[in-house]
């Protein structure tokens, strides 16, 4: 089974485009953050970074009503993980998720459709299940 269940924001707007055969993908980046108190009662925190890829309607959607700072629900599968140094030259990871469910977490007063007005749909949005093997499209993807 590959199944990945996180919570967390938004780290920048989504950013949509289009195959060369015209499927929608949008790309996210989320940070899921995970904070603890040890025994001695000092804090820590690790920020787990995530990049999101989702297609066709779920893909229009997260790009319509998603905006960076937005807290999501995402369930999907994992499909690889990146490393890299930050400034500090710590080393970090990056995972990578093709979204298959969506849930909008931030309250409707929190969230704007860029016009003021709270975001419609707002709640789980699912990938359809008749949706073509997302790997086929790959190809076609222009960056």
Known sequence: MNKWIGIGNLAADPDMRY????????????????RWT????????KVTWVQL??????AETCAKYLLKGHKVGIV????????WTDREGNTQATV????QEL?????KSG???GSG????????????SNDVEDKEYEEDIPF
């Open 19 to 34: 195959t060369p055969s015209g499927v929608p993908v949008t790309n996210m980046r989320m940070a899921v953050n995970e």
């Open 53 to 58: 890829t989702a297609w066709r309607s779920l």
């Open 117 to 128: 007005q709270p975001a419609q749909n707002e709640g789980k949005q699912t990938a359809p």
């Open 111 to 113: 969230g704007s459709n």
């Open 38 to 45: 040890n025994a001695d009662g000092t804090t820590g925190e």
């Open 76 to 83: 999907g599968k994992i499909d690889g993980a990146n490393a």
């Open 96 to 99: 990578q998720i093709t979204v």
């Open 103 to 107: 849930e909008f977490l931030t309250p």
